[in-house]
Protein backbone atom coordinates (compact mmCIF):
# COMPACT_ATOMS: atom_id res chain seq x y z
CA UNK A 1 0.00 0.00 0.00
CA UNK A 2 0.98 3.45 -0.78
CA UNK A 3 -1.35 5.76 1.40
CA UNK A 4 -0.61 7.99 3.99
CA UNK A 5 -1.46 5.37 7.04
CA UNK A 6 -0.28 2.24 5.27
CA UNK A 7 2.43 1.96 8.37
CA UNK A 8 1.37 1.32 11.80
CA UNK A 9 2.88 3.59 14.19
CA UNK A 10 3.42 6.29 11.11
CA UNK A 11 2.92 10.29 11.23
CA UNK A 12 -0.30 10.74 9.50
CA UNK A 13 0.14 13.41 6.95
CA UNK A 14 -1.97 16.78 7.81
CA UNK A 15 -5.21 17.48 5.46
CA UNK A 16 -4.95 19.86 2.97
CA UNK A 17 -7.83 22.28 3.25
CA UNK A 18 -10.89 22.23 0.86
CA UNK A 19 -10.02 24.27 -2.32
CA UNK A 20 -13.69 25.69 -1.98
CA UNK A 21 -11.80 27.24 1.33
CA UNK A 22 -8.71 28.18 0.41
CA UNK A 23 -10.48 30.29 -2.29
CA UNK A 24 -12.65 31.49 -0.11
CA UNK A 25 -10.11 32.18 2.86
CA UNK A 26 -7.01 33.44 1.19
CA UNK A 27 -6.71 37.19 0.93
CA UNK A 28 -4.90 37.23 -2.75
CA UNK A 29 -4.72 40.67 -3.02
CA UNK A 30 -2.26 41.35 -0.40
CA UNK A 31 -0.33 38.22 -1.84
CA UNK A 32 2.70 38.82 -4.90
CA UNK A 33 2.53 37.17 -8.41
CA UNK A 34 5.05 37.82 -10.98
CA UNK A 35 3.00 40.64 -12.36
CA UNK A 36 1.66 42.57 -9.16
CA UNK A 37 -0.85 41.35 -6.72
CA UNK A 38 -3.18 38.08 -6.72
CA UNK A 39 -6.48 39.83 -7.20
CA UNK A 40 -7.10 37.98 -10.42
CA UNK A 41 -6.57 34.33 -9.07
CA UNK A 42 -10.01 33.62 -7.85
CA UNK A 43 -11.25 33.79 -11.68
CA UNK A 44 -7.86 31.54 -12.73
CA UNK A 45 -8.41 29.02 -10.27
CA UNK A 46 -12.03 28.69 -10.60
CA UNK A 47 -11.85 28.41 -14.95
CA UNK A 48 -9.43 25.15 -14.32
CA UNK A 49 -13.43 23.28 -12.99
CA UNK A 50 -14.16 24.37 -16.58
CA UNK A 51 -15.83 21.45 -18.85
CA UNK A 52 -13.39 22.62 -21.15
CA UNK A 53 -10.38 20.77 -21.32
CA UNK A 54 -8.46 23.52 -23.75
CA UNK A 55 -9.78 26.18 -21.51
CA UNK A 56 -8.88 24.29 -18.50
CA UNK A 57 -5.31 23.88 -20.16
CA UNK A 58 -5.01 27.31 -20.99
CA UNK A 59 -5.62 28.61 -17.87
CA UNK A 60 -3.37 26.01 -16.20
CA UNK A 61 -0.49 27.81 -18.36
CA UNK A 62 -1.95 31.40 -17.04
CA UNK A 63 -1.33 30.46 -13.64
CA UNK A 64 1.96 29.54 -14.30
CA UNK A 65 3.10 32.88 -15.75
CA UNK A 66 1.27 34.58 -12.32
CA UNK A 67 2.69 31.96 -9.58
CA UNK A 68 6.09 30.38 -11.62
CA UNK A 69 7.19 32.61 -14.21
CA UNK A 70 11.02 32.18 -14.01
CA UNK A 71 11.28 29.34 -12.14
CA UNK A 72 10.64 31.35 -9.27
CA UNK A 73 8.28 31.06 -5.84
CA UNK A 74 5.98 34.24 -5.42
CA UNK A 75 3.87 34.81 -2.08
CA UNK A 76 0.88 33.44 -4.25
CA UNK A 77 2.33 30.24 -5.36
CA UNK A 78 1.25 28.68 -1.90
CA UNK A 79 -2.21 28.59 -2.19
CA UNK A 80 -2.25 28.59 -5.76
CA UNK A 81 -0.38 25.18 -5.43
CA UNK A 82 -2.77 24.08 -2.34
CA UNK A 83 -5.91 24.56 -4.66
CA UNK A 84 -4.66 23.33 -7.57
CA UNK A 85 -3.58 20.01 -5.04
CA UNK A 86 -7.44 20.18 -3.95
CA UNK A 87 -8.96 19.73 -6.98
CA UNK A 88 -7.38 16.55 -7.90
CA UNK A 89 -10.52 15.07 -7.34
CA UNK A 90 -12.85 17.00 -8.09
CA UNK A 91 -14.98 15.53 -11.56
CA UNK A 92 -13.35 18.48 -13.72
CA UNK A 93 -9.85 16.60 -12.96
CA UNK A 94 -11.02 13.73 -15.09
CA UNK A 95 -11.90 15.68 -18.24
CA UNK A 96 -10.02 14.26 -21.06
CA UNK A 97 -7.00 16.43 -23.20
CA UNK A 98 -7.55 17.59 -26.89
CA UNK A 99 -5.60 15.05 -29.14
CA UNK A 100 -4.18 13.00 -26.35
CA UNK A 101 -7.09 11.33 -24.21
CA UNK A 102 -5.10 11.98 -21.28
CA UNK A 103 -6.76 13.26 -17.99
CA UNK A 104 -6.78 16.74 -17.43
CA UNK A 105 -5.72 15.20 -14.06
CA UNK A 106 -2.14 14.52 -15.24
CA UNK A 107 -1.81 17.57 -16.09
CA UNK A 108 -2.49 19.18 -12.79
CA UNK A 109 0.26 16.73 -11.10
CA UNK A 110 2.90 17.52 -13.76
CA UNK A 111 2.41 21.36 -12.88
CA UNK A 112 2.09 20.58 -9.52
CA UNK A 113 5.44 18.65 -9.65
CA UNK A 114 7.17 21.61 -12.06
CA UNK A 115 6.43 23.87 -9.30
CA UNK A 116 7.46 21.70 -6.56
CA UNK A 117 10.94 21.37 -8.50
CA UNK A 118 11.31 25.05 -8.37
CA UNK A 119 11.45 24.95 -4.07
CA UNK A 120 13.32 21.41 -4.23
CA UNK A 121 16.52 20.39 -2.51
CA UNK A 122 18.98 20.44 -5.57
CA UNK A 123 17.14 24.27 -6.60
CA UNK A 124 17.74 25.75 -3.22
CA UNK A 125 20.78 24.27 -2.82
CA UNK A 126 22.27 25.77 -6.13
CA UNK A 127 20.05 29.49 -5.23
CA UNK A 128 21.65 29.86 -1.62
CA UNK A 129 25.52 29.06 -3.26
CA UNK A 130 24.57 32.77 -4.34
CA UNK A 131 22.15 33.93 -2.01
CA UNK A 132 22.42 33.18 1.56
CA UNK A 133 19.36 33.55 3.18
CA UNK A 134 17.27 32.34 0.68
CA UNK A 135 15.77 29.56 2.64
CA UNK A 136 15.91 31.80 6.35
CA UNK A 137 12.50 30.94 8.20
CA UNK A 138 9.86 32.90 7.01
CA UNK A 139 10.90 33.33 3.61
CA UNK A 140 8.56 32.93 0.92
CA UNK A 141 10.01 29.56 -0.22
CA UNK A 142 10.65 28.33 3.28
CA UNK A 143 7.21 28.81 4.00
CA UNK A 144 6.29 26.64 0.88
CA UNK A 145 8.51 24.33 1.49
CA UNK A 146 6.85 23.29 5.02
CA UNK A 147 3.21 22.35 3.09
CA UNK A 148 4.79 19.48 1.67
CA UNK A 149 3.65 16.70 4.08
CA UNK A 150 0.18 18.49 3.32
CA UNK A 151 0.40 18.28 -0.11
CA UNK A 152 2.07 14.85 -0.41
CA UNK A 153 -1.44 13.71 1.65
CA UNK A 154 -3.56 15.02 -2.09
CA UNK A 155 -0.67 13.46 -4.37
CA UNK A 156 -0.55 10.02 -2.89
CA UNK A 157 -3.89 8.66 -3.98
CA UNK A 158 -2.97 8.69 -7.71
CA UNK A 159 0.31 6.41 -7.03
CA UNK A 160 -2.45 3.74 -7.16
CA UNK A 161 -3.93 5.02 -10.64
CA UNK A 162 -4.46 3.01 -13.59
CA UNK A 163 -3.88 5.77 -16.20
CA UNK A 164 0.10 5.64 -16.97
CA UNK A 165 -0.07 9.44 -17.43
CA UNK A 166 -1.41 10.50 -14.12
CA UNK A 167 0.37 7.36 -12.37
CA UNK A 168 3.84 9.16 -13.64
CA UNK A 169 2.71 12.64 -12.56
CA UNK A 170 2.03 11.68 -9.41
CA UNK A 171 5.24 9.52 -8.64
CA UNK A 172 7.23 13.34 -9.95
CA UNK A 173 5.52 15.20 -7.71
CA UNK A 174 5.53 12.50 -5.20
CA UNK A 175 9.61 11.87 -4.89
CA UNK A 176 9.62 15.75 -4.67
CA UNK A 177 8.06 16.19 -1.94
CA UNK A 178 9.56 13.11 0.02
CA UNK A 179 12.65 15.44 0.17
CA UNK A 180 10.91 16.62 3.43
CA UNK A 181 12.54 14.95 6.39
CA UNK A 182 8.72 14.26 7.73
CA UNK A 183 8.19 12.05 4.49
CA UNK A 184 11.22 10.36 4.74
CA UNK A 185 9.47 6.97 5.71
CA UNK A 186 8.03 6.76 2.29
CA UNK A 187 10.94 6.57 0.74
CA UNK A 188 11.95 2.85 0.44
CA UNK A 189 8.14 2.33 -1.59
CA UNK A 190 8.59 5.60 -3.47
CA UNK A 191 12.39 4.04 -4.19
CA UNK A 192 10.26 1.18 -6.29
CA UNK A 193 8.36 3.65 -8.42
CA UNK A 194 11.38 5.81 -8.99
CA UNK A 195 13.04 3.00 -10.63
CA UNK A 196 9.71 1.79 -12.49
CA UNK A 197 10.56 5.41 -13.90
CA UNK A 198 13.56 4.30 -15.41
CA UNK A 199 12.73 1.25 -16.59
CA UNK A 200 10.15 2.55 -18.35
CA UNK A 201 9.62 6.40 -19.28
CA UNK A 202 10.99 8.15 -21.92
CA UNK A 203 10.42 11.56 -20.38
CA UNK A 204 14.29 12.41 -19.53
CA UNK A 205 12.98 15.44 -16.91
CA UNK A 206 10.95 13.11 -15.29
CA UNK A 207 13.71 10.25 -15.36
CA UNK A 208 16.06 12.32 -13.57
CA UNK A 209 13.81 13.41 -10.68
CA UNK A 210 13.89 9.81 -10.42
CA UNK A 211 17.20 9.31 -10.76
CA UNK A 212 18.68 12.15 -8.28
CA UNK A 213 15.79 10.68 -6.03
CA UNK A 214 17.27 7.38 -5.69
CA UNK A 215 20.78 8.67 -5.50
CA UNK A 216 20.35 11.08 -2.47
CA UNK A 217 18.60 7.72 -0.69
CA UNK A 218 21.36 5.51 -1.16
CA UNK A 219 19.55 3.24 -3.53
CA UNK A 220 22.12 3.06 -6.07
CA UNK A 221 20.10 4.37 -9.54
CA UNK A 222 21.50 2.51 -12.38
CA UNK A 223 23.31 3.89 -15.36
CA UNK A 224 24.44 7.96 -15.85
CA UNK A 225 22.58 10.48 -14.50
CA UNK A 226 19.64 11.21 -17.41
CA UNK A 227 20.17 14.91 -19.04
CA UNK A 228 23.61 17.00 -18.13
CA UNK A 229 24.27 19.61 -15.56
CA UNK A 230 24.36 22.37 -18.56
CA UNK A 231 20.61 21.52 -19.97
CA UNK A 232 18.19 24.16 -19.73
CA UNK A 233 15.34 22.39 -18.47
CA UNK A 234 16.22 20.26 -15.35
CA UNK A 235 13.27 18.99 -13.43
CA UNK A 236 10.05 17.87 -14.38
CA UNK A 237 8.15 20.37 -16.83
CA UNK A 238 4.29 20.99 -17.19
CA UNK A 239 1.90 20.93 -19.86
CA UNK A 240 1.48 24.08 -21.69
CA UNK A 241 -0.55 25.08 -24.50
CA UNK A 242 1.47 23.31 -27.22
CA UNK A 243 0.09 20.50 -27.76
CA UNK A 244 -4.26 22.13 -27.76
CA UNK A 245 -3.62 21.40 -31.39
CA UNK A 246 -3.19 18.28 -33.25
CA UNK A 247 0.14 16.73 -33.71
CA UNK A 248 2.04 17.25 -37.23
Known amino acids: MTSSRSHAGAPREPDLPPYQVVLAETDWGSLQTAFGSGEDLPRVLTQLLEPDPKVQVTTLWEL ?6 QNTIYEATAPAVMYV ?8 AMTRRPYR ?5 ATLLGWL ?4 H ?5 IVARNKEYCPGFLAPGTTVAAFRELRPMLY ?15 EAAVIAALLLAEHPALAWHRAHLAVHARRILDASSDDPNRRVAWRALAAWGHNPPGPEPLSEEAEDWGPHSDGRGDLEPPF
Open 85 to 92: AGILTHPA
Open 64 to 69: GELVGH
Open 153 to 167: RAVAPFLRDSHEDVL
Open 118 to 122: DASDE
Open 113 to 116: ASTL
Open 101 to 105: DVPIR
